[in-house]
């Protein structure tokens, strides 16, 4: 059985997408590109919850319990805020976008927790932090690249991306191609507005 590598997200409109890759350009250069495998602008967006290898017939037991999840949820703002890293600037691994949580992707992730649970997906084993990965360090680099692109991150802190209205949810699958991921959506659950 051909399983499918898959995850609940929010897709960002393509023109805030190209907006937040352009505006990283100056991070890209100083950071470098042998340092930092940059998410191309097609592949940003905000995971929800992460689901793994999934069997093909959960994906309809997905969908009617996303839809049952968004009947009772209204669409909302979300703001797009400051960069960092994981596991922190200092020790830098993963780049990424913070998303301010209002409590409303909080509760959106715990409920999908529930969903996910259902299928024999375990819980999250870290809290939920709602963020946009823009990149990952390469395994290569050593320490002074790695300051290289602490001073990047650092140099680029005050860098705006404004916000979105969160309208849907999509359950999404994962292609990993040897040129990187290619993302389908497999069901939009629409929010209330």
């Known amino acids: 059985m051909n399983l499918i590598r898959a995850f609940i997200a929010i897709p960002l409109p393509a023109a805030l997408r190209e907006e937040i890759y352009q505006s990283l350009a100056s991070l890209r250069r100083d950071a470098g590109q042998n340092l930092v495998r940059w998410v191309p602008p097609q592949n940003i967006h905000l995971t929800l919850k992460f689901l793994g290898d999934i069997r093909p017939t959960n994906v309809e037991t997905l969908k009617r319990s996303l839809a049952s999840v968004t009947a009772h949820e209204r669409a909302f703002e979300m703001n797009i805020e400051k960069l960092g890293a994981f596991p922190r600037i200092s020790r830098p691994r993963v780049l990424w976008i913070g998303v301010e949580d209002k409590g409303r992707l909080s509760s959106l992730h715990k409920r999908l927790e529930t ?10 084993r870290n809290p939920f932090s ?44 994962s292609k990993l191609k040897s040129t990187g991921a290619v993302y389908c959506s497999l069901y939009t659950a629409n929010l209330k507005n």
């Open 115 to 124: 969903v996910a649970s259902q299928i024999g997906v375990d819980p999250d």
């Open 130 to 173: 709602p963020h946009l990965t823009i990149g990952r360090v390469k395994r290569h680099v050593r320490k002074k690249g790695s300051a290289q692109i602490q001073k990047a991150i650092r140099a680029n802190l005050g860098v705006d991306f404004g916000s979105m209205r969160v309208e849907s949810i999509h359950l999404i699958e």
